[in-house]
Each structure stands twice: as structure tokens, then as C-alpha cells.
């Protein structure tokens, strides 16, 4: 199924969905950050799975087309700019229960420098999340597989409880990507 037949923003959305069913690390009333989120998928079954009770907000360089349900907020900015990450803060309330990061950088076809870029998003995420996300909350990022990858590995996992790779049956076949979900976060510093 396509994501305009499902009246879906993006593919991506269908991925999100996968992780969820496999993970249910996204629950009601939970408030979510999504990074990169440009154009919406991830914010869009985020807020159909938290409901009315949850937040959703996201962050894109890229400005995210308004949604019509009220928990959904998009901030125009770069992850790296702390005056996004402020006004993330300042629409929660506090820290989030879910961060999310599909980034992904621009494929240059060079294996060696798209690993590298790669890591350097799934380090933003990470660094974003010692900030955000709640002690006991959930991070699930998108990586490629690759070197660079392990390394980021051994690092983010004393972080969490329980990181798990999962590979994903709506990833194209020809796709290097899959996703790190790292389960009761255990708090910034504690890595």
C-alpha cells in the first residue's frame, strides 16, 4: 500500500507503524519528539497512537505543513540549535517519553563518507536525547549498516536498559538502513 492511498504524509510512516507493533514504545497521553520530521509521517502516527491526551512535536530544517489535530506541533529549525530544542522543551513541559530520529544525511554514494554522515545524525539524535528525553523513556534511531555504526553502538549502549537493532520489512530490499531502539533510557550522564 502506498502512503497517499492510506492518506499517509510519507513511506516512512508505514516503518514507524512496524517498530510500534513490534515495540509498543509509543503509548497514550505520551509526549514524543520527532527530529528531522519533514514532511510529518512518524508526527502523524505518533499522534494517532498517543491521542488527544499526547503531544507530538517535531523538528525539521524543512517547514512541516500544519497538521489539523491540536497535539501535533512543528518547529522550523535546526536539532542542533538550542533555541529549537528550548521551544521542544517549552511545549512539553519538561522531558519526552519517546525521541525520535529518522535523519538521514544526503547520500553522496561514497560508502566510506555516507557511513560516516550517517553516524554523525545518529550522534545529533543521541545528543539530543541526553537532553530531552525522560529517564526510563524510549530512543529509536535510523542508522546504515556499516563501521561507524558499530562504533556508535558501544557508546550509546550503556545508555539504555535494552538497545535492540531492528530491521524493518516496509525498508526497500535494496536499503542499507535499520533501526536502533534503545529501551528505559537511564538519564543524561549516565552513559
Do not use: H
Amino acid at each position: 500500500m502506498k502512503a497517499k492511498d492510506a492518506g499517509l504524509r510519507s513511506r516512512a510512516a508505514f516503518k514507524l507503524k512496524e517498530l510500534n507493533q513490534k515495540y509498543n514504545f509509543i503509548k497514550r497521553n505520551f509526549k514524543i519528539l520527532d527530529l528531522g520530521a519533514w514532511p510529518g509521517g512518524w508526527m502523524e502516527v505518533s499522534s494517532q497512537i498517543c491521542g488527544s491526551g499526547g503531544l507530538v512535536v517535531g523538528i525539521d530544517l524543512k517547514e512541516i505543513e500544519d497538521f489539523p489535530s491540536p497535539n501535533i506541533k512543528a518547529i522550523a529549525g535546526d536539532v542542533r540549535d538550542e533555541e529549537a530544542l528550548a521551544k521542544a522543551l517549552e511545549l512539553s513541559g519538561g522531558a519526552y517519553d519517546v525521541v525520535l530520529s529518522d535523519m538521514a544525511p544526503k547520500i553522496s554514494g561514497i560508502r566510506e563518507v555516507d557511513q560516516a554522515a550517517s553516524r554523525g545524525c545518529a550522534e545529533l539524535a543521541l545528543w539530543v536525547a541526553e537532553r530531552m528525553l525522560s529517564t526510563g523513556g524510549t530512543l529509536v534511531i535510523k542508522v546504515f549498516k556499516g563501521n561507524e555504526t558499530e562504533e556508535f553502538v558501544k557508546v550509546a549502549r550503556p545508555m539504555f536498559n535494552k538497545l535492540v537493532r531492528s530491521e524493518l520489512k516496509s525498508t526497500r530490499k535494496t536499503s542499507s538502513e535499520f533501526y536502533l531502539v534503545g529501551f528505559g533510557f537511564k538519564g543524561a550522564g549516565q552513559g
